[in-house]
């Protein structure tokens, strides 16, 4: 499967603690993105990497999330001192970042993470 | 920022029927897709159409990029389309993607 990978898949943890959730993008693809999706809503844009450089963060992403992509492959997300409100489905989006401003974006399977 | 609306909400149908979805956005945009999303939470692709018109067996989707609107068709509907379906853009200046809130349709058998 040469698809976006996530891991884990399911996440439940006790509020207060620290996460870290893996997306590994399509090979070669040079863009990597971060949405989170709560019941019932659209996936909302949190952040994105061109590469190992990140270009763009949401207000969404508070002082409690921190993304990162060192080498310019996966890539992750953690999140600090989880409260409840951080419960939600955590999509990662890879593109090939090569066409001007076109750019087809392809989803990993999520990690869906429940706060207790 | 794009706002992006998607119309109907719900929808539900008898196998074999026709629909069709809509997706207005706000300003002029550079990337547009639309979604299914599975029971599972998984997003799969549709088409990628930031203009023109595209077939893909029973689902075809059409941009009207001058009048702000995307439609998806799906024809023939099986219970199997059942799901919802978005819509994404991005915008100039941008690769993030604004997504609609959803269609959420059921096909009965």
């Known amino acids: 499967d040469t698809g976006v990978s996530q891991d884990p898949r399911h996440k439940i943890t006790k509020r207060g603690q620290n996460v870290t959730f893996r997306c590994d993008p399509i090979?070669?693809?040079?863009?990597l993105y971060w949405y989170r999706q709560t019941l019932g809503q659209g996936p909302e844009f949190l952040t994105y990497?061109?590469?190992?450089?990140?270009?763009?963060k949401s207000r969404l992403l508070s002082d409690r999330f921190s993304a990162e992509r060192p080498k310019g492959s996966f890539s992750t997300l953690e999140i600090q001192r989880t409260e409840q409100g951080d419960s939600a489905m955590y999509l990662c989006a890879s593109s090939a970042g090569t066409s001007g401003v076109r750019d087809e974006q392809f989803f990993g399977p999520g990690t869906r993470l429940t706060v207790l | 920022g794009i706002q992006v609306e998607q119309s109907p909400p719900d929808l539900i149908l008898q196998e074999g029927a026709n629909s069709t979805l809509r997706c207005n956005f706000s300003d002029s945009v550079n990337n547009l897709q639309w979604f299914h999303q599975n029971p599972w939470g998984q997003l799969i692709n549709l088409f990628y159409?930031?203009?023109g018109t595209k077939q893909n067996g029973r689902l075809s989707a059409t941009t009207v990029a001058t009048e702000r609107y995307s439609l998806l068709y799906i024809s023939s509907s099986q219970t199997t389309d059942s799901g919802v379906y978005f819509c994404?853009?991005?915008?100039?200046?941008?690769?993030?993607?604004?997504f609609g809130t959803g269609t959420r349709l059921k096909v009965l058998a």
């Open positions: 994404a853009v991005g915008g100039s200046g941008t690769y993030k993607y604004i």
């Open positions: 990497f061109q590469n190992e450089a990140q270009l763009e």
């Open positions: 159409i930031p203009s």
């Open positions: 090979s070669e693809h040079n863009r």
